[in-house]
């Protein structure tokens, strides 16, 4: 593998969710991999999770890990071609991407959608420039329209909380948040579980208005619905986005739509989900988020496993 971009760049998700799962149990035992390599971590936006468990990983495969605020530090950057730089950007992307080429390995990238032009998130303005002016492969840790990482570590998550049932209900819910926020993490979840079409029944639901890119829910059920999109399931992810159609926009901040006891009790015990950070009682209620049945530690703490599978790969490619 020599980017990771989407999920979709992993040659088998199963099969990278087992191998993580076994980096779990020794996660020091590749040192060797990543010897004298040096990643560029590189984020246009803040971050915790990823921050931590993208260096964490990179420390157990015994690389050197740089890591760099764009948005405060770097000098801005411009990602047109062509353009007459005599305005606020100081450095165009195609010298910014070679020179970091010559100090790291492996550049990875934090840059979320501006959620003012759909064609220019949907292009990947910040992820397709590195990819094409960088000479070394490239991570995404959340992108305008996706979060790999955050869902392989989901995929990891669910593997090992999974009831022993033939088919598993998964089901993304929206829920309500005071701002606009990306399309990227229902993205890539979406993507994630409907890879699992054997295995998992996806049912996503949200108001009306807030339909995901079609193109990455083909094969789920959308549900409108809240409740009876929670009967049965086994797992119940939340996530809030802005709308798609009505690009960027809160078209609804609706409170009845957060995760409660009352709507956790029509599943079949299931395990509830968020990639954090999240709104205590605006997202999720308390008594829901603190019960037994969440698993959003554990989630975070994948986040560490799923980003040392992927980075073992690029690796291995790379000797
Ligand atoms: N889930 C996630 O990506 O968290 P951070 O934004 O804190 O990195």
Redesign the pocket.
Known sequence: MKHYLSIHDLPSIKDTVKEAIEIKKNPLKDQALGKNKTIGLLFFNN?????LSTQKAALNLGMEPIVMNFGSEGWQLEFEDGTIMDQGKSEHVKEAAEVISQYCDIIAIRAFAGLEDKEKDEAEEVLSAFTKYATVPILNM?SSVG?PL?ALADAITIEEHKPAKKKLKVVLSWAPHPRALPHAVGNSFAEMALAHEDDFEVVITHPKGYELNPERTKGATIEYDQKKAFEGADFIYTKNWSSYNDYGKVANTDSSWMITADKMAVTDNAKFMH???VRRNVIVADEVIDSENSIVIKQANNRTYSAQVVLKKILEEMS
Not at 47 to 51: E, F, N, V, Y
């Open positions: 971050s915790l999770r990823t921050r959340e979060h955050q990639c954090l950070p």
